[in-house]
């Protein structure tokens, strides 16, 4: 009997235990045993990045050197394509001619005034009392840290004053015409000064970043045949472009009339204007054996070296009618 006791309570107790087991089983959670980082396989999207537009191309390029050489009183048809001058003629074919370039008025002093100063002034005729008080090309070159010279060839001495001297003309002179630099002793003997300095300046790799080059009378066509100024502009540039190229640096040399024989206008100029004239733009920068028929004018020269220089316009530079020169630039 104490035997069929012990039995039962020991039954008892086992399913006691067995039941709070199975409970404890059911009651707890199981445990979620997470794996390694898991590995993400969405795409994600980058942010948009602005890509820097490209540096707009200069109308003119910043040139170190830029050249002005003035022949005279000759109109477009008699110089291009002319035997009597093939140098000039070569030069034309190439590099850039401008084919519809014009001369602002007659007689020469008032061209040469529009060259540097962009007007006229008033004056129409070859003074040489005229002074001007106003401001040039060489100032607003000078504020910009750069450096110009005007070699006049037979001119005596820097900003000679005399009418003429030998094959000099003051009238083809137009630096001495501005009272600022007439005036200032010091930059006449640093800036106008007589063309045997071109050749010193080139062989001590001196040569200013702006240069204006008059020939003497001879020269220049005014009093001699087209054939000897064709003979000095070929010596001219064989002394001068091998300069200029040594470097590696953008330049221009600008060969231009400064006036031609008849009263043809162009862009915003009076009706009768002064005659069409060969300009050629020689240089690395300028499309090769190319003519460009857009109108110019003197005054398109000194609009497009203050473009080139970040200048300001000075007079009728800034016309409308005063158009850029642009299309001759590679």
Same mark, same amino acid.
């Given at each position: ?145 750069? %450096? /110009?010279?005007?070699? *006049?060839? +037979? ?7 005399? &009418?003429?001297? !030998?094959?000099? #003309? ?85 060969? %231009? /009339?400064?006036?031609? *024989?008849? +009263? ?7 009706? &009768?204007?002064? !005659?069409?004239? #060969? ?52």
């Amino acid at each position: 009997m104490a035997l069929r006791r012990f039995i039962i309570v020991a039954c008892f107790f086992a399913f006691i235990l067995f039941a709070c087991a199975s409970a404890t089983q059911i009651d707890t959670p199981p445990v979620f045993q997470p794996s390694e980082t898991p590995t993400s396989t969405a795409t994600l999207t980058p942010t948009s990045t602005l890509t820097p537009s490209a540096t707009p191309r200069p109308l003119v390029p910043n040139f170190e050197h830029i050249v002005i050489v003035v022949l005279e009183n000759k109109e477009f048809g008699l110089i291009f394509g002319n035997s009597k001058m093939p140098y000039f003629n070569q030069l034309a074919k190439s590099y850039t001619l401008l084919t519809q370039h014009y001369a602002v008025t007659h007689p020469s002093l008032p061209n040469y005034l529009a060259m540097i100063g962009g007007d006229t002034f008033g004056i129409d005729f070859n003074c040489t009392s005229c002074i001007v008080d106003a401001p040039s090309l060489p100032d607003l070159i000078e504020a910009s840290g750069r %450096t /110009w010279k005007a070699y *006049q060839e +037979d001119m005596p001495s820097p900003c000679f004053s005399g &009418a003429e001297a !030998g094959n000099y #003309a003051m009238k083809h002179n137009p630096f001495v015409y501005f009272q600022p630099i007439r005036l200032d002793k010091e930059r006449c003997a640093r800036s106008d000064v007589p063309f045997t300095q071109l050749s010193s300046d080139i062989a001590a790799d001196t040569l200013p970043n702006f240069m204006f080059i008059t020939p003497n009378l001879c020269n220049d066509a005014h009093d001699c045949p087209i054939t000897v100024s064709d003979a000095w502009l070929k010596n001219l540039m064989g002394q001068l472009a091998p300069a200029l190229d040594t470097d590696g640096k953008p330049y221009v040399i600008v060969i %231009t /009339w400064d006036e031609g *024989q008849g +009263d043809h206008s162009c862009c915003g100029l009076p009706k &009768a204007a002064g !005659g069409r004239v #060969a300009t050629i733009l020689v240089s690395p920068q300028v499309k090769n054996g190319f003519q460009d028929d857009t109108s110019y004018s003197h005054y398109s020269l000194l609009k497009t070296i203050a473009e080139a220089w970040e200048l300001p316009y000075l007079g009728h530079a800034a016309d409308a009618e005063t158009t850029l020169i642009t299309a001759p630039w590679k």
